[in-house]
């Protein structure tokens, strides 16, 4: 009896450890599998989004405030800012008092146009020194914008000379108050 309770003991040891040990090897190739698979969707979203910094863009179209649909050229006697915002963003209301400093303090040195998607049209046709039009989401896209807010600096041949995602924050504000010369407030919290 004695025996065949440690036979039985032992079996059941076995047991548990053939158990953990599958459910081991299961957890291993699930998280080989999500691995892979999320390279593969990271290879075809690096393939997809170029960058592009050096690409020439000389127009592109879009709806003032009254509702005008007309071409917004990108080129002309002095570089171009582009601020893709979007109503509702919250990095985007929190950057709002960045972007109307930039205005004050650049707006002599380059030309500023916020851009929000279509359907949210420009509460203000121009303030701070700032042009404001709706574009459709392929503009966004056609820059290589993934979200908003997203800044380019285009040179007066219309040449994408940086790109800048998000808002100006501690990170990214020392860069901008550098790169355009100007000394912005930083991010409402």
């Not at 690409?55 to 005008?68: M, Y």
């Not at 582009?82 to 004050?104: P, T």
């Not at 459709?136 to 914008?145: I, L, N």
Request: glycine share 8%; net charge positive.
């Amino acid at each position: 009896m004695l025996l065949q309770r440690e036979a039985h003991k032992k079996s059941r040891t076995e047991r548990s450890a053939h158990i953990a040990l599958v459910i081991l090897l299961m957890a291993i190739a699930t998280n080989l599998t999500l691995a892979l698979t999320l390279k593969e969707r990271l290879d075809g979203l690096s393939a997809r989004r170029s960058d592009p910094v050096g690409e020439v863009v000389a127009e592109i179209r879009g709806l003032d405030a009254s509702g005008t649909e007309r071409a917004i050229p990108l080129t002309g006697d002095r570089p171009t800012l582009l601020y893709f915002s979007r109503r509702g963003c919250k990095w985007c209301e929190r950057n709002q008092r960045n972007v109307d400093a930039l205005g004050l303090q650049a707006s002599a040195r380059y030309r500023i146009l916020e851009l929000s998607p279509l359907g949210e049209a420009p509460e203000r046709v121009k303030s701070f020194g700032i042009d404001r039009f709706s574009v459709a989401e392929d503009v966004m896209q056609r820059f290589g914008a993934h979200g908003t807010p997203y800044t380019f600096l285009l040179s007066a041949e219309g040449r994408i000379i940086k790109a800048w995602a998000g808002a100006f924050g501690p990170r990214l504000l020392p860069t901008i108050n550098k790169e355009l010369d100007v000394e912005l407030p930083g991010i409402v919290r």
